[in-house]
């Protein structure tokens, strides 16, 4: 099995930065792209940004390119979201996903991926 732990997640202004984490333990060999998620009160789970196994592709909704940033330390079983200019619309409780298809490219549908963390929310106040 694959167990996915999100972090970082948290309170701050609309123009401030956070940075989530997520940590991969178990059957990791079994995760190749991973991604972000998020789902705000009332509304769908959408993407985020999602990654390659070996980095070499990103892929970001249009609603937070140039702001985030996805990244993955494959040494540590670690992927990551860097998010600058947030926004009040960002709020939201955001997940980590795996695929485990070797898909050479990113993914970006929830049905792609099998495995998700709990969630960690982010809240961003105007």
């Known amino acids: 099995q694959v167990q996915l732990v999100e972090s970082g997640g948290g309170l701050v202004q609309a123009g401030g930065s956070l940075r989530l984490s997520c940590a991969a333990s178990?059957?990791?060999?079994?995760?190749?792209?991973m991604g972000w998620f998020r789902q705000a009160p009332g509304k769908e789970r959408e993407f985020v940004a999602a990654?390659?196994?070996?980095?070499?592709?990103?892929v970001y909704a249009d609603s937070v390119k140039g702001r985030f940033t996805i990244s993955r330390d494959n040494a540590k079983n670690t992927v990551y979201l860097q998010m600058n200019n947030l926004k009040p619309e960002d709020t939201a409780v955001y997940y980590c996903?795996?695929?485990?298809?070797?898909?050479?490219?990113?993914?970006?549908?929830?049905?792609?991926?099998?495995?998700w963390g709990q969630g960690t929310q982010v809240t961003v106040s105007s």
């Open positions: 996903a795996g695929d485990p298809t070797p898909f050479r490219h990113p993914r970006i549908g929830s049905f792609d991926f099998d495995y």
């Open positions: 178990g059957r990791t060999f079994s995760i190749y792209n």
């Open positions: 990654i390659s196994w070996n980095r070499a592709d990103t």
